[in-house]
Protein backbone atom coordinates (compact mmCIF):
# COMPACT_ATOMS: atom_id res chain seq x y z
CA UNK A 1 0.00 0.00 0.00
CA UNK A 2 1.35 3.44 -0.70
CA UNK A 3 1.55 6.40 1.41
CA UNK A 4 1.78 9.77 1.05
CA UNK A 5 2.67 11.74 4.49
CA UNK A 6 1.65 15.34 4.78
CA UNK A 7 3.05 18.04 7.32
CA UNK A 8 2.60 20.03 8.72
CA UNK A 9 -1.14 19.11 9.51
CA UNK A 10 -2.28 22.50 9.90
CA UNK A 11 -0.28 26.23 9.43
CA UNK A 12 -0.99 29.19 11.33
CA UNK A 13 0.54 32.11 9.47
CA UNK A 14 0.61 35.61 8.67
CA UNK A 15 -0.22 37.37 5.53
CA UNK A 16 3.15 38.39 3.89
CA UNK A 17 5.12 35.29 5.86
CA UNK A 18 6.60 32.60 3.75
CA UNK A 19 5.41 28.70 4.15
CA UNK A 20 6.28 25.06 3.14
CA UNK A 21 4.09 22.25 3.23
CA UNK A 22 5.67 18.54 2.81
CA UNK A 23 4.55 15.58 1.50
CA UNK A 24 6.51 12.12 1.92
CA UNK A 25 6.02 8.83 0.84
CA UNK A 26 7.97 5.26 1.01
CA UNK A 27 7.40 5.08 -2.55
CA UNK A 28 8.23 6.26 -6.14
CA UNK A 29 5.76 7.82 -8.00
CA UNK A 30 5.37 8.60 -11.44
CA UNK A 31 3.93 11.57 -11.22
CA UNK A 32 2.80 14.03 -8.09
CA UNK A 33 -0.10 16.56 -8.47
CA UNK A 34 -1.19 19.46 -5.46
CA UNK A 35 -4.31 21.01 -5.19
CA UNK A 36 -5.94 23.21 -3.26
CA UNK A 37 -9.60 22.46 -1.49
CA UNK A 38 -11.60 25.61 -0.06
CA UNK A 39 -14.68 24.81 2.38
CA UNK A 40 -17.56 23.46 0.71
CA UNK A 41 -16.07 23.05 -2.43
CA UNK A 42 -13.83 20.23 -4.46
CA UNK A 43 -10.48 20.36 -4.87
CA UNK A 44 -8.92 22.17 -7.75
CA UNK A 45 -5.49 20.86 -9.48
CA UNK A 46 -2.51 23.57 -8.61
CA UNK A 47 0.18 21.76 -10.62
CA UNK A 48 1.63 18.06 -12.02
CA UNK A 49 5.28 17.16 -11.55
CA UNK A 50 6.61 14.35 -12.93
CA UNK A 51 10.27 14.47 -13.46
CA UNK A 52 12.67 13.76 -10.38
CA UNK A 53 14.35 16.95 -9.14
CA UNK A 54 11.81 19.19 -11.37
CA UNK A 55 10.69 22.49 -10.04
CA UNK A 56 7.78 24.68 -10.96
CA UNK A 57 6.72 28.11 -10.27
CA UNK A 58 2.88 29.38 -10.32
CA UNK A 59 3.38 32.95 -9.32
CA UNK A 60 4.00 32.80 -5.59
CA UNK A 61 4.26 29.07 -5.57
CA UNK A 62 6.96 27.14 -6.18
CA UNK A 63 6.95 23.12 -6.56
CA UNK A 64 9.57 20.48 -6.04
CA UNK A 65 9.47 17.08 -7.03
CA UNK A 66 12.21 15.19 -4.72
CA UNK A 67 15.04 13.34 -7.26
CA UNK A 68 14.12 10.11 -6.13
CA UNK A 69 10.30 10.79 -7.37
CA UNK A 70 9.72 9.84 -3.58
CA UNK A 71 8.71 13.31 -2.13
CA UNK A 72 7.84 17.09 -2.43
CA UNK A 73 6.97 20.36 -1.42
CA UNK A 74 5.12 23.72 -2.06
CA UNK A 75 6.30 26.57 -0.94
CA UNK A 76 4.64 29.85 -0.72
CA UNK A 77 6.07 33.10 -0.70
CA UNK A 78 4.63 36.52 0.63
CA UNK A 79 1.29 34.64 1.49
CA UNK A 80 -1.91 35.88 1.36
CA UNK A 81 -4.99 35.78 2.88
CA UNK A 82 -6.24 34.11 -0.20
CA UNK A 83 -3.97 31.28 -0.28
CA UNK A 84 -5.89 30.09 3.54
CA UNK A 85 -7.27 26.88 2.38
CA UNK A 86 -6.39 22.68 2.10
CA UNK A 87 -3.19 21.57 0.23
CA UNK A 88 -3.37 18.41 -0.69
CA UNK A 89 -0.78 16.29 -2.88
CA UNK A 90 -1.38 13.23 -4.64
CA UNK A 91 0.84 11.06 -6.34
CA UNK A 92 0.24 8.03 -9.91
CA UNK A 93 2.15 5.42 -10.80
CA UNK A 94 1.53 5.63 -14.16
CA UNK A 95 -0.48 2.14 -14.56
CA UNK A 96 -3.61 1.65 -16.23
CA UNK A 97 -5.94 4.01 -15.00
CA UNK A 98 -5.86 7.26 -12.70
CA UNK A 99 -5.82 5.69 -8.72
CA UNK A 100 -4.18 8.55 -7.14
CA UNK A 101 -2.72 8.18 -3.26
CA UNK A 102 -3.82 11.32 -1.29
CA UNK A 103 -2.16 12.77 1.45
CA UNK A 104 -3.88 13.61 4.45
CA UNK A 105 -3.76 17.22 4.03
CA UNK A 106 -2.37 20.60 5.39
CA UNK A 107 -4.52 23.00 6.74
CA UNK A 108 -3.27 26.51 6.13
CA UNK A 109 -4.75 29.45 7.79
CA UNK A 110 -3.13 33.09 6.32
CA UNK A 111 -4.13 35.63 8.68
CA UNK A 112 -4.63 39.11 7.58
CA UNK B 1 -15.88 23.61 -20.82
CA UNK B 2 -18.70 23.19 -17.92
CA UNK B 3 -16.87 21.60 -14.94
CA UNK B 4 -17.91 18.69 -12.91
CA UNK B 5 -21.78 19.11 -11.60
CA UNK B 6 -22.71 16.43 -9.03
CA UNK B 7 -26.15 15.97 -7.71
CA UNK B 8 -27.73 16.51 -4.83
CA UNK B 9 -25.67 18.66 -3.46
CA UNK B 10 -26.98 17.77 0.07
CA UNK B 11 -28.52 14.53 1.32
CA UNK B 12 -29.90 13.43 4.64
CA UNK B 13 -30.72 9.49 5.13
CA UNK B 14 -31.03 7.07 7.83
CA UNK B 15 -29.48 3.97 8.85
CA UNK B 16 -30.19 0.63 6.54
CA UNK B 17 -31.60 3.21 3.72
CA UNK B 18 -29.58 3.20 0.29
CA UNK B 19 -28.28 6.23 -1.85
CA UNK B 20 -28.21 7.42 -4.88
CA UNK B 21 -25.66 10.02 -5.74
CA UNK B 22 -24.76 11.51 -9.77
CA UNK B 23 -22.05 12.84 -11.44
CA UNK B 24 -21.82 14.30 -14.84
CA UNK B 25 -18.32 15.00 -15.87
CA UNK B 26 -16.23 17.24 -18.26
CA UNK B 27 -17.02 17.04 -22.04
CA UNK B 28 -14.69 15.19 -23.46
CA UNK B 29 -13.80 13.06 -20.16
CA UNK B 30 -13.78 9.37 -20.08
CA UNK B 31 -13.13 8.52 -16.77
CA UNK B 32 -14.53 9.15 -13.98
CA UNK B 33 -13.65 8.75 -9.89
CA UNK B 34 -15.22 8.75 -6.97
CA UNK B 35 -13.68 9.50 -3.68
CA UNK B 36 -15.10 9.96 -0.17
CA UNK B 37 -13.91 12.40 2.58
CA UNK B 38 -13.71 12.45 6.01
CA UNK B 39 -12.03 14.91 8.82
CA UNK B 40 -10.24 11.52 9.89
CA UNK B 41 -9.81 9.43 6.92
CA UNK B 42 -9.56 12.50 4.48
CA UNK B 43 -9.45 11.49 0.63
CA UNK B 44 -9.79 8.13 0.04
CA UNK B 45 -10.32 6.57 -3.38
CA UNK B 46 -13.35 5.13 -4.50
CA UNK B 47 -13.52 3.69 -7.45
CA UNK B 48 -12.66 4.65 -11.41
CA UNK B 49 -14.82 4.20 -13.95
CA UNK B 50 -13.36 4.75 -17.93
CA UNK B 51 -15.86 3.69 -21.01
CA UNK B 52 -18.69 2.30 -18.80
CA UNK B 53 -15.79 -0.37 -17.02
CA UNK B 54 -14.54 -0.27 -13.93
CA UNK B 55 -11.22 0.09 -14.32
CA UNK B 56 -9.53 0.98 -10.78
CA UNK B 57 -11.44 -0.08 -7.16
CA UNK B 58 -10.13 1.54 -3.76
CA UNK B 59 -10.91 -0.80 -0.58
CA UNK B 60 -14.01 -0.17 0.45
CA UNK B 61 -17.23 -2.89 1.43
CA UNK B 62 -19.59 -4.08 -1.81
CA UNK B 63 -21.95 -2.24 -0.18
CA UNK B 64 -20.10 0.97 -2.16
CA UNK B 65 -20.75 0.00 -5.85
CA UNK B 66 -21.03 2.43 -9.02
CA UNK B 67 -21.52 2.14 -13.15
CA UNK B 68 -20.96 4.76 -15.71
CA UNK B 69 -23.62 5.23 -18.70
CA UNK B 70 -22.65 5.40 -22.50
CA UNK B 71 -22.31 9.46 -22.12
CA UNK B 72 -19.44 9.18 -19.74
CA UNK B 73 -22.40 10.06 -16.90
CA UNK B 74 -21.95 8.35 -13.52
CA UNK B 75 -23.57 6.91 -10.73
CA UNK B 76 -22.50 5.55 -7.35
CA UNK B 77 -24.47 3.94 -5.10
CA UNK B 78 -24.36 3.09 -1.70
CA UNK B 79 -26.68 0.60 0.26
CA UNK B 80 -27.84 -0.48 4.05
CA UNK B 81 -26.27 3.07 5.17
CA UNK B 82 -24.44 2.97 8.12
CA UNK B 83 -23.90 6.31 10.38
CA UNK B 84 -19.84 5.77 9.57
CA UNK B 85 -20.77 6.81 5.80
CA UNK B 86 -21.62 10.24 6.58
CA UNK B 87 -18.92 12.16 4.52
CA UNK B 88 -18.22 14.11 1.32
CA UNK B 89 -18.18 12.23 -1.91
CA UNK B 90 -16.87 13.37 -4.43
CA UNK B 91 -16.57 12.76 -8.33
CA UNK B 92 -13.66 13.74 -10.63
CA UNK B 93 -13.36 13.64 -14.36
CA UNK B 94 -10.15 12.72 -15.50
CA UNK B 95 -8.70 13.26 -19.93
CA UNK B 96 -6.83 11.09 -21.39
CA UNK B 97 -3.54 11.09 -22.40
CA UNK B 98 -3.42 12.87 -18.83
CA UNK B 99 -1.33 12.39 -15.20
CA UNK B 100 -4.56 11.04 -14.08
CA UNK B 101 -5.46 14.83 -13.11
CA UNK B 102 -8.49 15.13 -11.51
CA UNK B 103 -11.40 17.69 -12.12
CA UNK B 104 -13.23 17.59 -8.74
CA UNK B 105 -16.98 18.17 -8.81
CA UNK B 106 -18.00 20.20 -5.50
CA UNK B 107 -19.10 16.84 -3.97
CA UNK B 108 -22.61 15.71 -2.18
CA UNK B 109 -22.71 15.88 1.56
CA UNK B 110 -24.33 12.94 2.62
CA UNK B 111 -25.36 12.71 6.22
CA UNK B 112 -26.45 9.29 7.59
CA UNK B 113 -28.73 9.73 10.84
Known amino acids: TQLLEQSPQFLSIQEGENLTVYCNSSSVFSSLQWYRQEPGEGPVLLVTVVTGGEVKKLKRLTFQFGDARKDSSLHITAAQTGDTGLYLCAGGVGAAGNKLTFGGGTRVLVKP | KAGVTQTPRYLIKTRGQQVTLSCSPISGHRSVSWYQQTPGQGLQFLFE???????NKGNFPGRFSGRQFSNSRSEMNVSTLELGDSALYLC????????????FGPGTRLTVT
Open chain 2, 92 to 103: ASSAAGSYGEQY
Open chain 2, 49 to 55: YFSETQR
